[in-house]
């Protein structure tokens, strides 16, 4: 079996989301007008779009899927230690996400309720790599009770948006969103999206949006269940500032509590990282990455990058992020 090596990879946007966007994915990737409603490029993806099977996964040029390469190759996709501690599961979902209008309010499970409650084999931590600055919505300012959350969805009130944290964020900045946190992303914003590979969203806003809130915002759960998902507890200024890192020029961009999900670090001259899994997106020309054939990037460019090529190495002057799994 020939060891994998380094794949650019095309964009993999799925029709037919339920917001706006994908004309600044096509932008940023320098790719013709993108269709409305594919608001998400799913890089180096093994996930599916939950009920949409087997959308989302990433094909090689091959013509092989991504997830069937690691499944059939964990060693070379994945390392050794990695494949020891957590399988052939790569444990990390990268994307590129075109906000063409707010994202509805919603949050994510975690992998102990996931587990308990669906079956699945992550919950959903994620981080956002601010590409182009907006308002994000993050986290309840007081606490509210779970059948005031339930009413407000019910009636598809306002003040569900009203009583989340609301602050602006500039490129460069990184916000972490831990599972059960309230949340969504202002109109206009680009980002690089690190999550765990699932699919999984818990909606309480749908007013406004392609969506049947009352059947699929509750991931068949019923309201009542999904909402023990949720943390209603306040997410005061001292706990909302250890979740946003500001303009980190070199090195990891994440806060220490996302250190157990995914790794993400920003590289802008040269810099080096252990053999391993990892998803690549090239911000802005420059960098070039070492090796028996030297290789430039190209703005916008997204690769992924397997074990079996070793050291993963930069040097030049540019900017691209580097996304791995947890250790």
């Not at 020309?285 to 090796?291: R, S, T």
């Not at 090529?309 to 580097?322: C, N, P, Q, T, Y």
Request: proline share 9%; hydrophobic share 45%.
């Amino acid at each position: 079996m020939t060891s994998p090596d380094i794949v650019v990879l095309p964009a993999n946007q799925p029709r037919d989301r339920f917001y706006d966007g994908g004309a600044r994915i096509a932008a940023f990737r320098g790719d013709p007008p993108a269709p409305d409603h594919t608001p998400e490029d799913w890089v180096g993806s093994t996930t599916q779009v939950r009920g949409q099977e087997p959308t989302g996964l990433t094909t090689l040029p091959s013509g092989e899927l991504l997830a069937d390469a690691v499944a059939a190759d964990p060693v070379g996709w994945l390392g050794t230690a990695h494949v020891e501690r957590y399988g052939a599961d790569t444990k990390l979902l990268v994307k590129l996400l075109d906000a063409g209008q707010r994202l509805p309010v919603h949050t994510h499970p975690s992998g102990a309720f996931a587990a308990a409650h669906l079956g699945a084999a992550h919950g959903k931590a994620e981080a956002w790599y601010v590409l182009e600055p907006g308002t994000v919505h993050l986290g309840l300012r007081e606490p509210v009770a779970p059948e005031q959350l339930l009413s407000w969805a019910e009636s598809q009130s306002p003040e569900l948006l009203a009583h989340l944290n609301a602050f602006e964020v500039a490129a460069h900045d990184c916000v972490f969103v831990p599972p059960g946190t309230l949340h969504a992303i202002g109109t206009g914003m680009l980002i690089a999206e690190v999550q765990e590979p699932e699919d999984l969203s818990i909606l309480l806003e749908w007013r406004g949006f392609d969506l049947d809130g009352p059947r699929d915002g509750h991931l068949g759960l019923g309201f009542e269940t999904a909402i023990e998902a949720v943390d209603a507890d306040a997410v005061p200024p001292a706990s909302l500032e250890a979740l946003v890192t500001r303009g980190v020029r070199q090195g990891p961009v994440l806060p220490a509590s996302a250190a157990g999900f995914f790794r993400l670090d920003r590289v802008t001259s040269s810099a080096s990282f252990d053999a391993g899994f990892a998803v690549v997106i090239v911000v802005v020309d420059g960098l070039v990455l070492d090796g028996a054939a030297p290789r430039e990037l190209r703005a916008g460019t997204t690769l992924v990058v397997p074990a079996a090529h070793g050291e993963l190495r930069f040097s030049g002057e540019g900017d691209a992020l580097v996304a791995r799994p947890p250790l």
